[in-house]
């Protein structure tokens, strides 16, 4: 039953390996967005769909007609591969990113018309795909780090096992490195401070010459990474809505 899915035609393959829906309800798209789903909350479930959580479930009504949406499943590893390389599969983000560009190109969207988005750890696979293919997105609460959940956490994602080519605190760094300010594609990242992941996102963010935003909520709700997506979901589809339609947005860090 796990693949039943797949063989039901409800989700397609690119190359393979990468597992992804589009979903269009115009026949023309104008713009694109991405979604990158987190960790599902069932992630022991024997089904596909542990692998693709169906994060930003309602984006296609909260965004113009002529937006296609598409949401890529994350393979690989015990909670998933974070949409990053495996020892299994070690050209998984130039796959995850040949795909993004395959959609775009069967459209004719430039870059600007395209947004990645994802939440924790699809939020990490937006910042990732966003900052390597020089193309705007929303992230919110990226995991950077994993010493966290490793040491913390007793590795509860599973990090600390020989299934990842390198860190993501070695893939952000190499990342960031190779960003070189070559792009004016503007990027939102949100965090709170109540999140432990706050303390690796805001001195990465402001290390990267390219435009950003740093949304820091100041709700005082938000007591733990997993509290981050919900309290500022109005504030990441208008950041999604504003990167599409072209709507100026600042850099920098603000509260909201």
């Not at 974070?82 to 004719?108: C, H, I, K, Q, W």
């Amino acid at each position: 039953s796990h693949w039943d899915a797949s063989l039901r035609g409800e989700v397609e393959w690119h190359e393979g390996t990468i597992c992804y829906k589009l979903t269009i309800t115009s026949e023309v798209p104008t713009k694109l967005a991405v979604v990158f789903s987190s960790i599902h909350p069932e992630y022991n479930s024997p089904s596909l769909w542990r692998y693709f959580a169906p994060s930003y479930r309602h984006l296609n009504g909260l965004t113009a007609g002529t937006t296609a949406v598409l949401r890529i499943g994350d393979f690989g590893g015990v909670v998933g591969s974070f949409y990053m390389n495996t020892n299994d599969e070690p050209d998984n983000m130039n796959a995850v990113s040949r795909l993004v560009e395959a959609v775009r190109l069967r459209y004719g969207l430039g870059r600007g018309d395209v947004c990645l988005v994802g939440s924790s750890k699809g939020g990490t696979a937006a910042l990732a795909h966003g900052l390597a293919m020089a193309v705007p997105f929303v992230s919110v609460d990226p995991i950077l780090d994993d010493s966290y959940y490793e040491i913390d956490r007793s590795d509860a994602h599973f990090t600390g096992s020989p299934v990842f080519v390198e860190s993501k605190a070695d893939m952000f760094a190499r990342l960031r490195n190779g960003c070189g300010g070559t792009s004016g594609m503007h990027g939102v990242v949100f965090t709170a401070p109540g999140s432990r992941q706050s303390e690796f996102i805001q001195p990465y963010v402001e290390s990267i010459d390219r435009p950003l935003l740093l949304a820091i909520s100041a709700d005082p709700a938000i007591a733990r990474h997993e509290g981050v997506a919900a309290a500022v979901l109005g504030p990441t589809v208008a950041a999604v809505n504003s990167l599409l339609l072209g709507w100026e947005l600042p850099t920098g860090v603000c509260v909201v």
